[in-house]
C-alpha cells in the first residue's frame, strides 16, 4: 500500500491551521493536528521529522504549490515580466488571506535568529517559484540577484501586511508594485555600472544564506 505523504502532510497542516490563530505554531499545535487528522503521533515524525519547522515551512510549501496550481492557467506571455512577478505573488497573498493570523505567528516563528538561515530557504523557494514561472532561466549571478531582491520585496510586502490590520489586498498590491519598480531601479543601475564575474562572485560569497545555494 502506497502513503500519500502529501495528502498526510496538507490533512496535518488543514487541522494546524484551527490552532494556530490562538496557540502559535508550537509542537503541541503539531501533534494535537496529528491527531485531530485521524493519525497516530509516530506519523507527525514520519512526515515532519524536524517537528514543528518542518510543519511552519510546509505551510510555505502549501501556499507556493495553491499559487503554482492558479498560475497554470495563466499563460505569462500576456504580461510585462513586472506584471507577471505582481500577479504570482499577489495570488499567494490572496491564498494566504484566510489565514493571515497563522501567518502572522509563523513570521514571529521564523524572527528567532537562530531559524534565520531556514525562513531564509523558504522565502528564496517561493521567489525562485516566482521568477522561474515568469520566465527567468538565467544561471549566472542575474539568478541569484533577482530572487535574493524578490525575497526582499516579498519580506517587507508580507510584513507591510500584517502591519496593517485592515489593509486591504488592493493596498497590498499597490505597496508590492511600488516595491517591485523599486529593486528593478537597483536592478538597471546595477546593470549600467556593469557586472563581471568577480563582482557576482562577490555577491554570492557574501550572501547571507551562501551555505543553503551550496547544498
Known sequence: MTIDTQDIKNKILAAALNEVAFEGWTQSVLMDA?????????????????????????????????????????????????????????????????HKEALREAAKFW???????????????????????????????NRYTKRGLLLGVLTTTTLYWLSKNEASLEEVETFLRARIENVLKIG????????SMGSAKALFETFPFKKFFQN
Do not use: C, N
Not at 121 to 132: E, K, L
Open 34 to 98: 496529528t491527531e485531530k487528522a485521524g493519525y497516530k503521533p509516530d506519523m507527525a515524525v514520519a512526515v515532519f521529522p524536524e517537528g514543528v519547522t518542518d510543519l511552519v515551512a510546509y505551510f510555505s510549501e502549501w501556499a507556493d504549490a495553491q499559487m503554482l496550481a492558479q498560475l497554470a492557467k495563466i499563460d505569462p506571455e500576456d504580461l510585462r515580466v513586472r506584471a507577471r512577478v505582481a500577479k504570482a505573488a499577489m495570488i499567494r497573498f490572496e491564498i494566504l488571506a484566510p
Open 111 to 141: 524572527a528567532r535568529p537562530f531559524r534565520s538561515l531556514r525562513a531564509k530557504q523558504v522565502i528564496w523557494q517561493t521567489a525562485d517559484h516566482i521568477w522561474t514561472w515568469a520566465g527567468d532561466t538565467a544561471t549566472d549571478y
Open 188 to 195: 538597471q543601475a546595477g546593470s549600467k555600472i556593469g557586472a
